[in-house]
């Protein structure tokens, strides 16, 4: 139980951060004409799955690693959280750092594994992000998704619900299955 509320706290207060952050995020995920310098934030791109902008980031020597001001989360850690394969890609080519961590502790890796991103998992795996750093709650990325399922759907149904109107995606029946796997993926 003492797991739960401490993982129900640090979902929370990251679904917070996201809800501030995006509050002004542009969702218009058309591609904007070349220019020196993008009109759209990065965080704000990759929250709406912009990839061309953040392209245009990368391109214009944009710090990739800035954390964005309340929970901490660098625009990779983002990224993994919703979902955002090509983003993480182009991030991860473009040398994000790997190790950067959030206000809660966690790096991108604990956000793909948490959200059940396998195919960003993978891609951080790739690059040698470190699958032992632990968050401040004192859990690996593997560990958390190695709790019994049934203790932390709470988590994700409040995740869910709060953070689908940006755009999270959350099938729970999918993030059941694939807990498993993602912990043998983090073995």
């Known amino acids: 139980m ?3 509320n401490l993982t129900l706290r640090a979902m929370l207060s990251s679904a917070f951060f996201i809800l501030i952050l995006t509050s002004c995020v542009q969702t218009d995920k058309k591609e904007m004409p070349s220019a020196d310098k993008p009109r759209m934030d990065l965080q704000s ?3 709406s799955g912009n990839l061309a902008v953040v392209l245009q980031h990368i391109e214009s020597g944009t710090d990739l690693d800035v954390p964005e001001p309340m929970g901490g989360s660098t625009p990779l850690i983002t990224a993994a959280t919703f979902g955002e394969t090509e983003i993480a890609k182009a991030l991860i ?3 994000a750092d790997l190790s950067l961590k959030n206000n809660d502790g966690a790096t991108a890796l604990h956000a793909a594994a948490f959200f059940c991103r396998v195919e960003i998992v993978q891609l951080l795996i790739d690059a040698d992000a470190d699958k032992t750093v632990k968050n401040n709650y004192g859990a690996t990325a593997r560990e958390s998704v190695m709790s019994p399922f049934s203790e932390i759907k709470p988590v994700y ?3 869910k619900e709060q953070l689908k109107p940006l755009g999270l995606e959350l099938d729970l029946e999918e993030v059941e299955k694939t807990r498993p796997v993602i912990a043998m993926m983090l073995q």
């Open 2 to 4: 003492k797991t739960l």
């Open 93 to 95: 080519d473009a040398g």
């Open 45 to 47: 791109a990759v929250v």
């Open 157 to 159: 149904q409040v995740m």
